[in-house]
Protein backbone atom coordinates (compact mmCIF):
# COMPACT_ATOMS: atom_id res chain seq x y z
CA UNK A 1 0.00 0.00 0.00
CA UNK A 2 1.04 3.52 -0.50
CA UNK A 3 1.43 6.22 2.03
CA UNK A 4 -0.50 9.39 1.55
CA UNK A 5 1.17 12.80 1.80
CA UNK A 6 0.19 15.98 2.88
CA UNK A 7 1.65 18.78 1.95
CA UNK A 8 2.32 20.31 5.59
CA UNK A 9 5.43 21.26 7.17
CA UNK A 10 5.66 18.28 9.70
CA UNK A 11 4.18 14.81 8.52
CA UNK A 12 1.83 14.34 12.01
CA UNK A 13 -0.02 17.83 11.17
CA UNK A 14 -3.57 18.30 9.08
CA UNK A 15 -4.69 21.26 8.44
CA UNK A 16 -7.88 22.36 8.85
CA UNK A 17 -9.17 25.15 7.01
CA UNK A 18 -10.35 28.22 9.03
CA UNK A 19 -14.07 29.41 8.18
CA UNK A 20 -13.79 33.23 7.92
CA UNK A 21 -15.48 34.93 10.87
CA UNK A 22 -18.59 36.82 9.40
CA UNK A 23 -17.53 40.42 9.57
CA UNK A 24 -20.76 43.23 11.41
CA UNK A 25 -22.58 45.04 8.99
CA UNK A 26 -21.97 48.45 8.34
CA UNK A 27 -23.11 51.12 10.52
CA UNK A 28 -25.55 52.16 7.26
CA UNK A 29 -26.70 48.63 5.67
CA UNK A 30 -29.92 47.32 5.85
CA UNK A 31 -28.63 44.34 7.74
CA UNK A 32 -27.14 46.36 10.93
CA UNK A 33 -30.87 47.81 10.85
CA UNK A 34 -32.87 44.53 10.82
CA UNK A 35 -32.67 44.17 14.77
CA UNK A 36 -34.67 47.30 15.14
CA UNK A 37 -37.47 45.65 13.25
CA UNK A 38 -37.26 42.72 14.67
CA UNK A 39 -36.90 44.58 17.96
CA UNK A 40 -39.99 46.16 16.74
CA UNK A 41 -41.98 43.18 16.13
CA UNK A 42 -41.48 41.68 19.10
CA UNK A 43 -42.75 45.28 20.83
CA UNK A 44 -45.77 44.97 18.99
CA UNK A 45 -46.73 41.37 19.68
CA UNK A 46 -46.25 42.89 23.10
CA UNK A 47 -48.10 46.26 23.46
CA UNK A 48 -50.70 43.96 21.06
CA UNK A 49 -51.16 40.84 23.81
CA UNK A 50 -51.50 44.20 26.60
CA UNK A 51 -54.44 45.40 24.25
CA UNK A 52 -55.81 41.84 23.84
CA UNK A 53 -55.87 41.51 27.76
CA UNK A 54 -57.29 44.88 28.31
CA UNK A 55 -60.26 44.04 25.78
CA UNK A 56 -60.59 40.73 27.81
CA UNK A 57 -60.41 42.52 31.11
CA UNK A 58 -63.47 45.22 29.87
CA UNK A 59 -65.99 42.73 28.36
CA UNK A 60 -65.42 40.08 31.31
CA UNK A 61 -65.08 42.21 34.17
CA UNK A 62 -66.47 46.29 33.65
CA UNK A 63 -65.99 47.05 37.09
CA UNK A 64 -62.51 47.10 37.33
CA UNK A 65 -62.43 50.23 35.54
CA UNK A 66 -62.70 53.50 36.30
CA UNK A 67 -65.83 55.53 34.20
CA UNK A 68 -68.25 58.04 33.79
CA UNK A 69 -71.94 56.25 34.00
CA UNK A 70 -70.00 53.17 32.26
CA UNK A 71 -68.61 55.15 29.20
CA UNK A 72 -64.96 55.42 28.38
CA UNK A 73 -64.99 58.53 26.04
CA UNK A 74 -68.61 58.57 23.99
CA UNK A 75 -68.40 54.85 23.83
CA UNK A 76 -69.88 52.04 26.25
CA UNK A 77 -67.30 49.66 27.75
CA UNK A 78 -68.02 47.08 25.92
CA UNK A 79 -67.25 48.63 22.80
CA UNK A 80 -64.35 49.66 24.19
CA UNK A 81 -63.69 46.18 24.82
CA UNK A 82 -64.10 44.81 21.48
CA UNK A 83 -62.24 47.69 20.25
CA UNK A 84 -59.11 46.76 22.21
CA UNK A 85 -59.57 43.18 21.41
CA UNK A 86 -59.40 43.79 17.76
CA UNK A 87 -56.49 45.93 17.78
CA UNK A 88 -54.57 44.45 20.18
CA UNK A 89 -55.40 41.26 17.75
CA UNK A 90 -54.33 42.92 14.42
CA UNK A 91 -51.08 44.91 16.51
CA UNK A 92 -50.06 41.48 17.72
CA UNK A 93 -50.16 39.91 14.30
CA UNK A 94 -48.40 42.23 12.25
CA UNK A 95 -45.87 41.83 15.27
CA UNK A 96 -45.45 38.34 14.69
CA UNK A 97 -45.42 39.10 10.58
CA UNK A 98 -41.82 41.97 11.53
CA UNK A 99 -40.23 38.82 13.21
CA UNK A 100 -39.33 36.76 9.71
CA UNK A 101 -35.72 37.07 8.35
CA UNK A 102 -37.48 38.99 4.92
CA UNK A 103 -39.99 41.68 6.43
CA UNK A 104 -42.73 42.47 3.89
CA UNK A 105 -43.11 45.71 2.98
CA UNK A 106 -47.22 45.97 3.49
CA UNK A 107 -46.34 44.45 6.86
CA UNK A 108 -43.71 47.51 8.13
CA UNK A 109 -46.80 49.79 6.66
CA UNK A 110 -49.56 48.40 8.30
CA UNK A 111 -47.57 47.83 11.39
CA UNK A 112 -47.31 52.15 11.53
CA UNK A 113 -50.78 52.30 10.83
CA UNK A 114 -51.75 49.66 13.56
CA UNK A 115 -49.09 51.31 16.15
CA UNK A 116 -50.28 55.25 15.12
CA UNK A 117 -54.01 54.40 15.70
CA UNK A 118 -52.98 51.52 19.24
CA UNK A 119 -51.42 55.12 20.29
CA UNK A 120 -54.67 57.57 19.56
CA UNK A 121 -56.45 54.37 21.63
CA UNK A 122 -54.45 54.70 24.36
CA UNK A 123 -54.10 58.46 24.34
CA UNK A 124 -58.01 58.03 24.82
CA UNK A 125 -57.18 55.50 27.44
CA UNK A 126 -55.19 57.91 29.67
CA UNK A 127 -57.76 59.08 32.00
CA UNK A 128 -58.78 55.42 33.39
CA UNK A 129 -55.13 54.30 33.25
CA UNK A 130 -52.32 56.94 33.71
CA UNK A 131 -49.23 54.79 34.00
CA UNK A 132 -50.41 52.04 31.92
CA UNK A 133 -51.25 54.11 29.16
CA UNK A 134 -47.91 56.11 29.54
CA UNK A 135 -46.29 52.61 29.36
CA UNK A 136 -48.11 51.64 26.55
CA UNK A 137 -47.36 54.87 24.38
CA UNK A 138 -43.56 54.43 25.26
CA UNK A 139 -43.36 51.15 23.78
CA UNK A 140 -45.38 52.37 20.81
CA UNK A 141 -42.86 55.00 20.08
CA UNK A 142 -39.88 52.94 20.01
CA UNK A 143 -41.60 50.41 17.55
CA UNK A 144 -42.41 53.44 14.94
CA UNK A 145 -38.62 54.84 15.52
CA UNK A 146 -37.93 51.04 14.88
CA UNK A 147 -40.41 50.80 11.87
CA UNK A 148 -39.73 54.70 10.09
CA UNK A 149 -36.18 55.12 10.80
CA UNK A 150 -35.02 51.54 9.22
CA UNK A 151 -37.42 52.71 5.76
CA UNK A 152 -35.20 54.15 3.50
CA UNK A 153 -32.60 51.54 4.07
CA UNK A 154 -34.80 48.61 3.27
CA UNK A 155 -35.42 50.17 -0.16
CA UNK A 156 -31.79 51.32 -1.10
Known amino acids: MTEQQTPSSSPDRVSIPRQREAEPPASGSPESWSGWVRFG ?8 T ?6 ILALAAPTTYVTIDGAVLAIDLVAWGWLHL ?3 VLVLATGAALLGRDVPGWARALGIGLVTVN ?4 LAWLPAYPIWSIL ?3 LDG ?10 DDTRA
Open 41 to 48: GIVMAVTG
Open 50 to 55: FSVLEG
Open 86 to 88: ALG
Open 119 to 122: MIVQ
Open 136 to 138: VLA
Open 142 to 151: LVLYALMATW
